[in-house]
Each structure stands twice: as structure tokens, then as C-alpha cells.
């Protein structure tokens, strides 16, 4: 099976994906999306410090958008950001799932999340 190369840009309102992936081109039925205003920030400051935007689309569950990040916060920072910004915290340990953290936003049912493996980042 081909290699195919994807590349997320964040262009500060809404995000492009860019890809030689023939079939995806053909059949997608969406090629940018823009997150909502209370993640917006959240995002700036994560790609500020060289995370990088490894998927967007439908998310899980009731989510319209999941913002799929390379690396971000530890499992403690993660729930402080959440308080302090109004968001929702969540964390993903279903065996047939990728372990995920990340936040949440009830009111435009929009996420983003990162490996708990690639939790680095302290504060942002």
C-alpha cells in the first residue's frame, strides 16, 4: 500500500489539509474546517510552541470536530487548562482506541487531542 503525505495548516481562522492522496481529493467530502472560538486560542498557543496538526475531521461521538495534535499538555496541566478556559476535559484508555488527552468544547461540540504518550508540555 502507498505512503501518502498529508500536511495540516493553521491559517490563525481555519484549517487546510494538502495531500498527494489521489482517492482521498476524489472522495472527501471536506478539505478545511475552522474551529470554534473558545479552542481557537488553545490551538495558536499549542502550534506557538512546534506542535504539529496531524489530523481534522468528524470527530467521536458527539463531536463535529476533532483537531488531532503531534504532542501536548501532561494529564494535570490538561485538566488546569480545561478549568481555567471553560472547557471540558477528557482522556481516552478504551483498548481499541488510541490513549488520548484533550479538550472539549460543549458548547460546539469541537476537540482537540494528543497521545497520552506524547504528553510533554507543561503549561501553554
Known amino acids: 500500500m502507498p505512503e ?50 496531524e489530523g481534522a475531521g468528524d470527530g467521536w461521538s458527539k463531536a463535529k470536530l476533532v483537531v488531532g495534535l503531534s504532542k501536548g499538555l501532561n494529564r494535570s496541566a490538561t485538566i488546569t487548562e480545561a478549568k481555567n478556559r471553560g472547557l471540558g476535559f477528557f482522556e481516552n484508555d478504551a483498548y481499541q482506541y488510541p490513549s488520548t488527552y484533550g479538550l472539549y468544547c ?17 503549561a501553554i
Open 4 to 53: 501518502y503525505n498529508w500536511q495540516y495548516n493553521f491559517d490563525g481562522n481555519t484549517i487546510t489539509v494538502a495531500t498527494d492522496d489521489p482517492h482521498w481529493k476524489n472522495h472527501a467530502s471536506k478539505q478545511s474546517w475552522a474551529p470554534c472560538e473558545h479552542l481557537k486560542p488553545v490551538l495558536i498557543a499549542f502550534l506557538a510552541k512546534g506542535v504539529i496538526i
Open 106 to 122: 460543549e458548547v460546539c461540540q469541537h476537540g482537540i487531542d494528543w497521545p497520552q504518550d506524547q504528553s510533554t508540555i507543561n
